[in-house]
Every structure is written in C-alpha cells, then in structure tokens.
C-alpha cells in the first residue's frame, strides 16, 4: 500500500509539470497551489512510511521491502514548476521527456562504459535517474533467486560424534499421485559401524519414525544388503562408510498444492568401533509441491545406485529348505545353466533362528549348491519359515543380493552353544565346560589387588581419610581402634553377603539377573539419588 501512495504522490507532482493550464493559471496561483501540493505531497508520503513501519514490525523479508519501496529518482530543478509563459512551459516539459529519452538509451546501449569516458550528459543521468533502475534490477535477481531456492528440496545434515545424517530426495519436488524415494543418508566416520534391521548377535537396527504432513504416508525401510562385522568371537550385520536407507512417500491429491511441504523424521541409531554409542537426529526435508519433478541433480544418481543394490526375489532359481536336526539346507538350483555365483552367505531377516557366528558351510552337487545353516544355540519363536537376504561374491547374474522366503520342511533342534569370550582365551586356562579354571590362591590374590585398586576410586578415597581421622580421635587407645575396624569391616562384609542372598533368592524365584543389577533398577536408583541429595 505504501509503495502506491508514494507512486501516487510522485504522478502527483509530474501532473503539476505536465498539466496543460494558461499563463494566468500558473502566475495567479502560484503560491496557493505550491502549498496545496506540498501539503498533499508530504501527506501522501506519511502514509507511505507508517505502511513501512508496520510491515517491518510484522517482520519478513527487509530486503524485499526496500526493494519494493524503491524511491523515484529527485527531479531536475529546471523542471519543477514555475513561474512563466505558458509555451515555456509546455516547452520545459516536452525538453524533459525527450532528454530522460535520450538517457535512457544511452544508459541501455552502453551499460559497462568507464564514468571518466561517458558523455556528462550520461554521467548526470547515472548519478539521478539510473540508481533506481539499478536498485530496481537489483531487486529483480533477488526476488528470482529467493523463488528458485524454494523451488528446490532444501535439507541441513546432523553431524553427530561419529555420524552424519539427513534424509535425501530422489527428485526435485513432490508430485501428488506419483512415488518419490526418500532416503536416511548415514555417512560413518572411519571404522565406525551401525547396524543392520537383524544386527547379528549384539548392536541395535537403525529406526526412522516419520511426522508427514496430510495427505502423505512412507512406507517401511528398504534395507541395503549388509555385511559381516566381526566383533571378537561374534559376528554382526551392519553398514560401514556410507548408506542410504530408502523409504518410498505416496502423496495423494489431497497434499495442499500451496507452498512446500516439510518431511520431518527422528532417527535413532546404535554407532560401534571399540564401544557403542546410541545416537539420534531429527531431521527434516523441504520439498516444493509441483505438477513436475526431475531427478535430484546432488542425490538423484546416488539414490538410484541404492535401489540397483536392494535385494530383490531370486530369479532363475529353485530354493528349498530342508530342516536336519541342528542344521538346515539351504538347496539352490538354477533353472537353467548359470555362470558360478561365488562364495554365498546367508543374512536372515530375523533373529534365534541362525546362529551368526557359525560358520555356514557351502557344497556342490552338479549345477546344484546345497548351503548348510547351523540353527541358532536359543531359538526364538517358530522356525516354520526360511527368510533373509543371499549375498554372492560374483552375483546371482544381474542380481548382487537377493531374498528368499521358503517354507521349512522336516523339523531343526536349537543347535549347540558357540563359545563365546572363552573360545578366545588360550587352551591351557579353559576347562572342558569352557568356563577358566584358577586356583583358590590366584583368586584371592586378584581379589586383593582388585580391593587396593578400588581404594583409589573418588567414590572410596575420601572415606578413608574420613575413618583415618576417627581413629586418631581414640589416641592410643588399641582396643577401641580394633573394635572400630572389626565393625567396620563386617558391615562391609554384611552387606555384600545380604545383597549376594538377595540375588540369589530372586534367581531362585526365575529371574533372570546378574551382579550389579540393582544400579540398573530405577526404584534403587531413585532411593540413592533421594539418600544423597535430599
């Protein structure tokens, strides 16, 4: 509103210039209308700045504003209104039109002229009228680059300790009625790993809870085959370097067409080397809504190289599954004569029903591979079913990985315990149970070290000072001193053994824990915290 009334109160002014009128006109008002025009000029430019000030309160875009709000270049003096004959006049006026003419083509034809080269003429019409139209320019490109920046997918990655994440689009903008792929992108620092959705024998699958907005749904996570991540004695599935976790998003015509649409997802991840991290982002991803969509110039290709890679129904082969006891076999026979896939491993979907760390045993018979599976130590849930991912190390032809789901035949037992952390330890301190057998004497001297070392730890340090002092309090006096410590001492002894007897009696009862578990218990968490602080 403000940009008008300025405009108006400029045409205002041109009028009073170019308007026809006698010589009697002009020289008999002269001042009446001088001070009518100024009053009804600075009245309208009033108005122009309160609009100004209440747009710059309401906030947004102040560049945009003073683009808009771009003043009229001042008028030369000698075309101001005066005093005069009424052919001067008109005369004044039509000289004013024909030379802004003449500048402005000027100005166009040599745009990039040195100011020490232009004529004068072109140095005045630079220095009054050109400014504006360069503000005006100006303004121009601003207001196309803010366009294009909103017509593109705008998304920041999350930079954890150890992993970079954001979520990806496959195209430019969001069509309703046609798929789009959306991929969780995690970039892991070197030697750092995540997992896969079955993790193997420890770690955790990545999720991705998503916030979409009406009229939008994402489908499940599209796993990448993974790899083998050995971790000592076991084995884990999972993702190192770089991965692209693809969801597919349908859009149906309900999707507002008005102004783009935000993806928002959080994302939790477990992140391995020598330790484990549990980490998470929320991320989201801008989108335009758009009739039209191309692929993504920065991540459309890398998408694409993803999908290639998702395992995908084995083509061209007959899969059965054969349970025998401890083990089942896995028969593949090609329909028709193949070239050697290589070396095959197995990745089920889900876990207790093949052990990881087991090694998987591949034999031929002619043009069919019978692959042995040992069946997991503690089985969870039916095995009615044999699913999961097939890797080859020269491909399935077209195929790098492929999934199976068959049903099972014959009947499998929970096959024998692996051994865990002792199978790494050497033969001459494991046992035929696989349990370390020491003698009485070397643990007792490892209980002592251990108790001196504790004596260093913050929690114990200080209350030693604590029971030094009170024994100095009794001088020389040896009895007290002894009777002090022997007290002393059982209540720590005591408390070890009724805090053993409680575990004991609880496992006795069916549960299933461990020493320290009462610091992984939040009711005795609570009841320190409240012992300490309060």
């Not at 004068?120 to 139209?133: E, F, T």
């Not at 959705?197 to 990448?224: D, R």
Request: one cysteine or more.
């Amino acid at each position: 509103m403000s940009c008008g009334v300025e405009r108006e109160a400029n045409n205002y002014t041109g009028r009073m210039i170019r308007g026809p009128g006698t010589v009697s006109e002009h020289q008999g008002a002269t001042s009446a209308t001088t001070a009518r025009t100024a009053n009804r000029v600075a009245a309208m430019k009033r108005t122009a700045h309160r609009g100004r000030r209440r747009r710059s309160r309401r906030g947004g875009l102040p560049w945009i504003a003073k683009c808009i709000d771009v003043p009229a270049p001042p008028l030369p003096a000698r075309y101001r209104p005066s005093v005069g004959s009424e052919s001067t006049l008109r005369a004044r006026s039509d000289l004013a039109g024909r030379e802004a003419g003449r500048r402005t083509d000027r100005i166009l034809a040599h745009p990039g002229t040195s100011s020490r080269h232009r004529d004068p003429k072109v140095a005045l019409s630079a220095s009054s009228a050109h400014p504006s139209m360069l503000d005006s320019l100006r303004c121009l490109v601003r207001v196309v680059a803010a366009v294009a920046v909103t017509a593109t997918a705008v998304a920041a990655p999350v930079r954890t300790a150890h992993v970079e994440a954001e979520l990806v689009s496959s195209a430019t903008a969001l069509t309703p009625d046609k798929p789009l792929t959306v991929a969780l992108r995690l970039k892991m620092d070197k030697g750092w790993h995540t997992y896969w959705q079955n993790p193997g024998e420890s770690g955790l699958p990545t999720k991705l809870a998503w916030q979409l907005p009406a009229g939008m749904t994402a489908g499940s996570i599209q796993w990448p085959p993974p790899r083998t991540l050995p971790v000592g004695p076991l084995i884990n599935y999972g993702y190192e370097g770089e991965v692209f976790l693809l969801s597919d998003i349908a859009a149906t015509s309900a999707l507002p067409s008005a102004g783009p649409a935000t993806l928002r997802g959080r994302a939790d991840w477990l992140v391995c080397k020598e330790i484990c991290i549990p980490e998470g982002a929320d991320l989201a991803l801008t989108l335009p809504v758009s009739s039209q969509s191309s692929p993504d110039p920065q991540w459309g290709e890398a998408i694409a190289r993803a999908r290639a890679l998702l395992p995908r129904p084995l083509a061209g082969w007959t899969v059965a599954a054969i349970g025998q006891g401890p083990q089942v076999e896995l028969a593949l026979t090609p329909d028709a004569e193949r070239g050697d896939p290589g070396e095959i491993r197995f990745f089920p979907f889900a876990e207790g029903k093949i052990e990881p760390s087991a090694p998987q045993t591949l034999a031929r018979d002619g043009s069919m591979l019978k692959l042995i599976l040992p069946v997991a130590s503690q089985r969870v849930g039916e095995f009615a079913r044999v699913a999961g991912v097939l890797t080859a190390s020269k491909g399935f032809g077209a195929q790098a990985a492929a999934s199976i789901d068959v049903p099972l035949a014959g009947s499998v037992v929970a096959g024998p315990a692996v051994p865990g952390a002792a199978a790494a330890l050497p033969a001459q301190y494991a046992g035929n149970d696989g349990n370390v057998d020491i003698s009485l004497g070397i643990a007792l001297a490892f209980a002592l070290v251990g108790g001196l070392l504790l004596n260093l730890m913050p929690c114990v340090f200080p209350v030693l000072s604590l029971k030094v002092l009170r024994f100095a309090a009794h001088g020389f006096d040896r009895s007290a001193m002894r009777v002090h410590g022997l007290a002393f001492a059982a209540g720590v002894i005591g408390s070890f053994w009724l805090l053993a007897g409680l575990l004991l009696a609880l496992r006795a009862a069916g549960g299933e824990l461990g020493w320290g578990f009462q610091l992984q218990s939040p009711a005795v968490i609570v009841s320190l915290a409240v012992l300490f602080f309060v």
